[in-house]
Structure formats: structure tokens, C-alpha cells
């Protein structure tokens, strides 16, 4: 036994000198995500009427993702098709951007019928995010500071960082009405100096769940367009 605690401890001791030696030994463990750490303390939880309220997700009576029939559906479709899975366009698959900008800016609206918008296709919201960063702080010829929400979500803001963009930021959510502190951020958006990048929740903000009412989008958008923010 004492053997093999030796062999064990030695062992251990070429692991962490090898580590330490290595090109990367350099590299700093990123800091835990706030969000997957309520996950993670959900598993550890024996109370039996435990709910995992982490991450925004439908589940069922038993805890597991509950996929949505519209989903099952879409995904028949795509199988239906029987699909050769051909590499896609470096921009994305064309169809797809074409829909997808339909659903952004309204199937009649000026802006895709006289081909005004450029679309591609990104890895999900994060993705599109860090292509769309790393596209504004080469070309943007404005400020590279872009102003986030209070709270956003907690990638956003190394996302920016991470592609040479600057960080501000405007009041949203009220914590004391756990809803949306619209003078705050009308006031504060008004204050961004102009020509700046500012980022918005088109729908489901992100982690709060607050929006804005149809008339608060047209007075904040009003603000926006004056201040001529991109």
C-alpha cells in the first residue's frame, strides 16, 4: 500500500511539474460562471422539492428539458428533407438569413425588400455577438465604446472586452419594483455621447425577463436615433 501512495504521489508530482513546465502554465483559470454554479449547487441539493431555477429552459414534472412539440416538429421537417449537409456559405446558409432578416425587420419592410441589410449566420446569440464585436472595432469609424444594460447578461461584457471594445453602461432594471427603471434609462441614454454603439434586449431581457411596452420602444428608440447611436 505504501507503494503505491508512492507511486501515486510521484506521479502526481511529474503531472504538476509538467504543468508548471508547459507552455501554458501561464494560462489563469477563468472565474466560475454564477450561473452554471446554481446548477451545479441544484445537483449537490437532496431536497427532494428542489427546482433548478439557473437556467431558462422549459422543464417537465421531473426536472428534464422538456422539448417544445413546435421543435419536434421543425426538426421532423429538417430530417424530412433529407438534407446532404453540405458546408454552408462562409456568410451562413442564404435562406436562413433571408428569413431571419424578414423576422428582424418585417416581411414588408423597405429595409430588406431594397436590400439595405447585410446578414450571416452566427454560432447563437454569443457567437453572432463576439463576429459582430470583432466586425465593429475593426470598421466602426465612431467611438468604440458600447453601452450595455444593468444588469446584461454576463458574457457580454468580456465579449466586447475580448474584441478590443470599451464597456459603458445605462440603467435598466429596478430592483425595488423588480421592473424597468425607464426614466433612469431614457435619462442616462440620453447622455451617451453620440455616434456611440449601444446594445438592446430586443425581447426577454437577459437575466431580468423585464421589457419594455410597445410606447417605451418608440420613446427609447426616438432617444436613439437623435443621439444617432448605432
Known amino acids: 500500500?505504501?507503494?503505491?501512495?508512492?507511486?501515486?504521489?510521484?506521479?502526481?508530482?511529474?503531472?504538476?511539474?509538467?504543468?508548471?513546465?508547459?507552455?501554458?502554465?501561464g494560462v489563469e483559470m477563468g472565474p466560475p460562471d454564477a450561473i452554471l454554479g446554481v446548477t451545479e449547487a441544484f445537483k449537490k441539493d437532496s431536497n427532494p422539492k428542489k427546482m433548478n431555477l439557473g437556467v431558462g429552459a422549459y422543464r417537465d414534472d421531473n426536472g428534464q428539458p422538456f422539448v417544445l412539440p413546435s421543435v419536434r416538429k421543425a426538426e421532423q421537417l429538417i430530417m424530412d428533407r433529407d438534407?446532404?449537409?453540405?458546408?454552408?456559405?462562409?456568410?451562413?446558409?442564404?435562406?436562413?438569413?433571408?428569413?431571419?432578416?424578414?423576422?428582424?425587420?418585417?416581411?414588408?419592410?423597405?429595409?430588406?425588400?431594397?436590400?439595405?441589410?447585410?446578414?450571416?449566420?452566427?454560432?447563437?446569440?454569443?457567437?453572432?455577438?463576439?463576429v459582430g464585436a470583432a466586425f465593429l472595432n475593426k470598421w466602426f469609424p465612431g467611438s468604440k465604446m458600447v453601452y450595455l444594460p444593468k444588469p446584461s447578461w454576463g458574457n457580454h461584457t468580456p465579449i466586447m472586452k475580448h474584441s478590443g471594445l470599451d464597456v459603458g453602461a445605462y440603467r435598466y432594471y429596478d430592483?425595488?419594483?423588480?421592473?424597468?427603471?425607464?426614466?433612469?434609462?431614457?435619462?442616462?441614454?440620453?447622455?451617451?455621447?453620440e455616434?456611440?454603439?449601444?446594445?438592446?434586449?430586443?425581447?426577454?431581457?437577459?437575466?431580468t425577463g423585464v421589457d419594455p411596452t410597445p410606447e417605451q420602444w418608440k420613446e427609447m428608440s426616438a432617444v436613439i436615433k437623435k443621439k444617432g447611436l448605432l
Not at 428569413?99 to 416581411?107: T, V, W
Not at 430592483?175 to 455621447?193: H, Q, R, V, W, Y
Not at 438592446?200 to 437577459?206: D, E, G, K, Q
Request: charged content about 20%; some cysteine; hydrophobic content about 40%.
Open 1 to 25: 500500500t505504501a507503494r503505491v501512495s508512492l507511486q501515486r504521489n510521484a506521479a502526481n508530482l511529474s503531472a504538476a511539474t509538467a504543468r508548471n513546465n508547459s507552455w501554458w502554465s
Open 83 to 130: 438534407l446532404n449537409k453540405e458546408y454552408a456559405p462562409i456568410g451562413g446558409e442564404g435562406d436562413f438569413c433571408k428569413e431571419s432578416a424578414k423576422l428582424a425587420f418585417g416581411d414588408d419592410s423597405s429595409v430588406v425588400k431594397d436590400g439595405l441589410n447585410v446578414t450571416i449566420q452566427g454560432i447563437s446569440g454569443t457567437g453572432s455577438l463576439r
Open 175 to 193: 430592483a425595488a419594483t423588480c421592473g424597468l427603471d425607464f426614466a433612469g434609462a431614457m435619462e442616462d441614454i440620453s447622455k451617451i455621447p
Open 195 to 207: 455616434g456611440s454603439i449601444i446594445m438592446l434586449h430586443a425581447c426577454a431581457h437577459n437575466p
